[in-house]
């Protein structure tokens, strides 16, 4: 098969685009701008790593690796513990095992407050359940998420403090936004998603069409709005 040039194209142009505008905010030291345009450049990611993890975008498999570890870096994470996780998740949705859909059992209070630990337990168990060479990926890409963590408070510059508060942030606050409210969103939130699908902005897509998603796993997210795709 080939690869999915085009939904690649569009992944790139938006991390692109956004990791450009945390750095011209980094350059002028605003810390709001690059607060607002690092929680872009993490979406942007989040969405490259997804189509990724699923092997949507048919890249070759060396390839595919290394746009795993680096779409998740941007957002100070591991990508091979999350792709784990993510497909024991697609296996198995909301079962007893299934550690990242865990959240989205529980009263929303109760997932947001539970959301820091929820992302240390699902690092762990990415961990635990990885083969040999898994844990080595995942060990490589964390203290690659720790080196980049310790530049970006190293500076000092508020900018780049702002950066790496607002991607500590997301990615503790995971368990609500990527996995409560996908699979408990009342339905006037979907239709809103659905609404604005015509922007291709990944969360509306993600949202409004999460259960084709979980149909289709392996169609490109920007796809997921077409006209009853029956395959990928």
């Given at each position: ?13 938006r991390v692109s685009l956004c990791a450009s505008g945390v750095g011209l905010a980094a350059r002028i030291e ?16 989040f969405a490259l790593m997804h189509d990724v993890a699923h092997g949507a975008l048919r890249l070759p498999r ?100 702002a950066v790496a508060a607002t991607a500590t942030c997301l990615q503790l606050t995971m368990a609500v936004w ?55």
């Amino acid at each position: 098969m080939q690869p999915r040039l085009g939904d690649l194209a569009l992944h790139i142009a938006r991390v692109s685009l956004c990791a450009s505008g945390v750095g011209l905010a980094a350059r002028i030291e605003s810390a709001t701008l690059a607060a607002a345009l690092e929680g872009a450049l993490f979406f942007a990611s989040f969405a490259l790593m997804h189509d990724v993890a699923h092997g949507a975008l048919r890249l070759p498999r060396k390839a595919n690796e290394l746009a795993l570890t680096l779409s998740a870096a941007l957002m100070l994470m591991s990508g091979h513990a999350l792709r784990l996780m993510h497909l024991r998740h697609h296996a198995r949705p909301l079962a007893p095992d299934d550690a990242e859909g865990a959240p989205a059992r529980l009263p929303l209070p109760r997932a947001l407050l539970g959301a820091p630990l929820s992302a240390l337990a699902l690092r762990v168990e990415a961990f635990r359940a990885a083969g040999p060479s898994g844990r080595c990926c995942q060990l490589a890409e964390t203290a690659l998420n720790l080196a980049s963590l310790a530049l970006l408070l190293a500076s000092r510059r508020p900018a780049l403090l702002a950066v790496a508060a607002t991607a500590t942030c997301l990615q503790l606050t995971m368990a609500v936004w990527a996995a409560h409210v996908p699979h408990n969103a009342p339905a006037w939130m979907l239709a809103a998603a659905r609404r604005l699908a015509f922007t291709r902005s990944p969360i509306a897509l993600s949202l409004g069409y999460h259960e084709r998603h979980h149909r289709i796993p392996n169609l490109p997210c920007s796809r997921l709005a077409l006209p009853s795709p029956d395959r990928a």
